[in-house]
């Protein structure tokens, strides 16, 4: 029986799963991937903030090639903007309305969809899902890479669903993605009244000459296939408003996103050494959220290239535009793309996804999926 990607998506928005995510939203999956032969696997790990975290590895078949398709059921908070319930999952002038609709509940529905359609004989399918993507991956895809090794289980390639097209469903493939690395840096002072300055250490100004001292810093120029690494600042604090004292530490928090001529690690230690220079005793703290990574031509590309051609009648970019995905560990197993809905609606109020493209992406992942396995 053929599984409709719109009602299934709906489905799966209709349980909120704001991350990290657990429980119900993977029973709705799970009931529909066991009618059509998969053994599903599901575990929760982790304790808050970080989790806990359900993570789910579905598997069909036997043999080579081994087909991974890679997504995520948690959400983002729903936030202010909507018309109407963030997860009733309603339709409105062709348009599917939910948390989840863009990003990334419809894609696993469409590949659901899909799958109901191909028969599962001549190889092996899987679906890695996680309920922690849109957090810090704690307890995320990086144990699923564990479960799978401890099982030896390695896929040929991955396709995540996440969205990547821009104007037009079909118009951009990411074949790779920047790395990102999250810092605050700390410098501490004396608190104290700002008409006794000499009784007090003001943090303030050495911040200044560090943030102004990492603004100037070039990167890179960027490379054939990523854009240049940007560094840029988004939050200063200190923890006093009052306008009369000098506090007594003061944060900058910044975020790099970066290409492959650099390293998470090589970044951090930058940091650290012109924090150093410009206030001696400066401290830094740092989250490597993934590397910078890219796949080469391959099966994977051709694969996925000519199914979005045959559907759409569109030429993809390849890009490595735009934010991180969980290919950035999934890349450690095999080649890896991610392609999915436009990106025009994701994370906003009112997030959506026009039911024309659920179902055309669909056919696409068929088509990628038929190309595979006849």
Not at 54 to 60: C, K
Not at 111 to 135: H, P, Y
Request: a negative charge; one cysteine or more.
């Amino acid at each position: 029986m053929s599984i409709d990607p719109i009602a299934l998506a709906q489905a799966l928005i209709n349980v909120p799963s704001i991350t990290p995510a657990s429980g119900e939203v993977f029973d709705v999956l799970r009931r529909e991937l066991e009618p059509l032969g998969f053994t599903v696997h599901r575990w929760v790990m982790g304790e808050p903030p970080d989790g806990p975290t359900e993570n789910m590895v579905a598997i069909r078949g036997t043999g080579s090639p081994h087909f991974g398709f890679a997504g995520h059921l948690d959400v983002v908070p729903p936030g202010e903007g909507w018309s109407s319930d963030p997860f009733g999952g309603r339709i409105e002038d062709g348009r599917l309305i939910g948390r989840g609709a863009n990003d990334m509940k419809s894609a696993i529905a469409a590949f659901v969809s899909a799958l109901s359609r191909v028969d599962g004989a001549g190889g092996t399918v899987s679906l890695l899902i996680t309920g922690d993507e849109e957090g810090y991956a704690t307890w995320g895809t990086p144990r699923i890479i564990d479960w799978l090794a401890e099982r030896q289980i390695r896929p040929d390639m991955i396709l995540i669903g996440e969205p990547t097209s821009v104007d037009r469903l079909g118009d951009t493939v990411k074949i790779g993605r920047r790395g990102s690395v999250n810092m605050w840096i700390d410098v501490h002072g004396i608190q104290g009244h700002v008409a006794y300055p000499h009784r007090a250490d003001n943090p303030v100004p050495k911040l200044a000459r560090i943030i102004a001292a990492l603004d100037s810093v070039h990167l890179d120029d960027g490379t054939e296939a990523f854009p240049p690494s940007n560094l840029e600042f988004t939050a200063v604090s200190t923890p006093t408003a009052a306008s009369n004292v000098i506090p007594a530490s003061a944060t900058a928090q910044l975020n790099i996103r970066f290409n492959d001529l650099q390293r998470g690690e090589e970044l951090v230690r930058m940091v650290e050494e012109v924090a150093g220079r410009e206030a001696p005793g400066a401290t830094v703290r740092a989250r490597i959220s993934g590397e910078a990574f890219l796949t080469p031509p391959g099966p994977l590309y051709d694969v996925v290239v000519a199914a979005i051609q045959e559907e759409t009648g569109l030429a993809p970019e390849l890009s490595t535009s735009g934010g991180t995905s969980d290919g950035r560990f999934l890349i450690k197993l095999c080649p890896v793309v991610d392609f999915g809905l436009p990106t025009a609606t994701m994370h906003k109020g009112g997030e959506s996804a026009a039911v024309e493209d659920i179902r055309a992406l669909s056919r696409i992942y068929e088509r990628v999926l038929r190309k595979l396995f006849g």
